[in-house]
């Protein structure tokens, strides 16, 4: 199988399936001299895991990442230092429960992609769905983590901001409870828990599941980045979050908002602020104009479809072509969106970091101004 690689100079091979012995990625182009501990990949890894509430998959996996190569260990044993080489990290799995699926082992399941890995390659790994699982994204994960270290000042977060027909109330944003003990769902509104639980507790109790809407915001994005025809900053970030595993639409900054409005309203007006730096009176372009970043916080949503792995029978064809009926058992999320916040933030991150180095690599590091512009009243 191709096409296991994204990036360009920060470039991220991942391998692995959900029910092999073992998942991992390898990190090429990461520069010399990026300090980072074990506990930082490892926070990351955690925020992603499964079994972590009732309201997502079961499967008890610790997730506990090693990294097998490209870099070197300090004198306090815990800080490690990327040395320009290859970095590869590994992550076992360990409650793999493959009989799960042996009653679909000639069944293709709706909605998921038994039937075009078939077409494709005419053999399929029915355990789990592996490689086209939600599995690899741990992978992915590990990767952002060292990417975050990459581009000094960076901070990627991400939210939850909609399941379902409920949505946040944006009004009571709060960063700081996305990743509170008491919150499941990495919603930014403390009054949406309430909400969600109830909504998502009959879904789940109905053996059935739902979507969710995703914003990740990324600051401390220096001026500059991307490139304004086939290289820019926004196709890559819509790229890579299309690319994870149930995504079927992504928008950027104001995104389908801005068919509906006037040029009056969607047009990022500036002026000059006494610091000598650009002030945007609003962000509808979401930190990128004609593809580069202008400094503002990079602003990406993306949508995730309700998973196809429900209880209730759906309407399918085997591999020898008769019509059947498919209920799919196993352990599985009835709003994978929930997951999928970590997920997010880790190819919006590797993403940036890519284009900061390639930024690097073309005009120098000197020309990479790490100054953020402002949103203000003028």
């Known amino acids: 199988m191709s096409h296991n690689t994204f990036g360009h100079l920060f470039r991220v091979t991942t391998w692995g399936e959900s029910h092999g012995p073992a998942l991992g990625c ?3 182009g990461c520069p010399p001299g990026i300090r980072f501990t074990l506990a930082d990949i490892q926070t990351e890894l955690d925020r ?9 998959t079961q499967r008890r996996e610790p997730d506990a990442v090693r990294v097998l190569s490209g870099v070197l260990a300090e004198e306090d044993g815990e800080t490690l230092v990327t040395t320009g080489t290859p970095v590869s990290m590994m992550i076992e799995n360990v409650d793999q429960r493959s009989k799960d699926y042996g009653e679909i082992a000639r069944q293709f399941r709706p909605g998921h992609a038994d039937y075009t890995y078939d077409a494709k390659y005419g053999i399929r790994d029915y355990r789990g769905g592996g490689r086209s699982s939600a599995r690899e994204t741990a992978a992915r994960v590990a990767a952002g983590a060292l990417a ?3 581009v000094p000042e960076l901070v990627v977060r991400g939210a939850l901001v909609s399941m379902g027909e409920k949505s946040i109330d944006r009004a009571h944003w709060d960063w700081d409870f996305v990743d509170d003990p008491e919150n499941p769902f990495f919603t930014p509104d403390p ?3 309430p ?3 109830d909504y ?3 879904i789940r109790k109905a053996g059935s599941s739902v979507g969710a809407v995703i914003e990740i915001v990324a600051e401390g994005v220096p001026a500059g980045l991307g ?6 900053l926004d196709q890559d970030i819509a790229s890579l979050l299309m690319s994870i ?3 079927k639409g992504v928008e950027i900054g104001n995104g389908f908002e801005a068919a509906r409005i006037t040029g009056e309203a969607n047009a990022d007006e500036m002026r000059m602020g006494n610091d000598g730096r650009p002030i945007f009176l609003s962000n509808n372009a979401g930190g990128i104009l004609g593809g580069i970043s202008t400094g503002q916080p990079v602003v990406a949503r993306f949508a995730v479809k309700p998973t196809s792995s429900i209880l209730s029978p759906r309407q399918s064809i085997d591999v020898e072509g008769n019509n059947v009926e498919v209920v799919t058992k196993g352990r599985h999320d009835p709003c994978v969106g929930i997951r999928a916040v970590p997920i997010g933030e880790a190819m919006v991150a590797c993403a940036i970091a890519d284009h900061y180095l390639r930024h690097r690599g073309q005009v120098g590091e000197k020309a990479v101004d790490n100054r953020q512009s402002t949103i203000g009243d003028g």
């Open 48 to 56: 992603r895991r499964p079994g972590k509430s009732r309201f997502v």
């Open 245 to 247: 595993n149930a995504v």
């Open 200 to 202: 998502l507790d009959g």
């Open 227 to 232: 490139a304004p025809i086939y290289g820019k």
């Open 195 to 197: 909400v969600f639980v």
């Open 148 to 150: 975050r270290k990459v």
């Open 191 to 193: 009054g949406s828990v």
């Open 26 to 28: 390898v990190v090429d």
